[in-house]
């Protein structure tokens, strides 16, 4: 190098945005980071899981849970995070339709539909089109259940919202969807995944390397801490 000439510092990468869906059943995979438990290198940003399907569609997210119908649509831009999922095997508790009329009684009738989540929104088609054989006319409303009800015959909450509104509202009627996908399938129902984006992942696999260690090392820090 002639001297004289400082070498130019190389640039500093920039910070994994992460994605966290801002329900309690996302709490445990990021309970170490928000505890500052697990130290990592990024940024967090909270949301529904709406809302971080379209900030990952849009590039504004690196690494997120995103619904598992997000994920079916755009398997070729993203790569799936090993052993992080949303699933159950029957019973959800937290993705409920309310109805104030047996769903059989369902077609034609008009049934409000969540905003927060597109995966509830296929599942919910699924079981009362194919299992009990109706075609509602659904619309999208805000997750208020007695508002909801006032206009509608049957109502979609998940997350929080719908187990919020299972304990306010114990006298209205409800399925639970992971039961129904159960009792219609006889398989389990992944709701939510964990991607990356292909190009993170190919640029620079250092990187994805450290925040899936960081976020498995979050979600074993919330199982030997329970009692917090």
Not at 8 to 27: F, K, T
Not at 72 to 89: G, M, T, Y
Request: hydrophobic share 45%; glycine share 6%.
């Amino acid at each position: 190098r002639p001297a004289g000439r400082a070498s130019a510092a190389a640039p500093a990468a920039p910070a994994i945005r992460l994605g966290c869906i801002d329900y309690l059943n996302c709490l445990p995979v990021y309970f170490g980071i928000e505890r500052g438990a697990v130290e990592w290198d990024g940024t967090l940003h909270k949301g529904p899981p709406s809302v971080l399907n379209q900030a990952f569609r849009e590039g504004r997210l690196d690494v997120t849970p995103v619904s598992s119908i997000e994920y079916a649509r755009r398997a070729a831009e993203c790569v799936v995070l090993p052993d992080l999922s949303i699933c159950a095997d029957g019973r959800v508790a937290s993705i409920l339709l309310f109805h104030r009329r047996p769903l059989t009684e369902l077609d034609g009738r008009p049934v409000a539909l969540t905003a927060s989540s597109a995966t509830s929104v296929v599942l919910a088609r699924i079981i009362l089109e194919l299992r009990y054989g109706v075609r509602p006319e659904y619309r999208v409303a805000p997750p208020d259940l007695e508002a909801m009800l006032a206009e509608h015959d049957a109502a979609l909450l998940i997350g929080d919202d719908a187990l919020l509104a299972a304990q306010a509202f114990p006298g209205i009627p409800r399925v639970d969807l992971g039961e129904e996908w159960k009792a219609f399938t006889g398989h389990p129902m992944v709701y939510a995944l964990w991607v990356a984006r292909r190009e993170l992942a190919e640029s620079d696999p250092a990187a994805l390397r450290r925040v899936i260690r960081a976020l498995q090392a979050s979600r074993e820090y919330a199982r030997n801490h329970r009692q917090e």
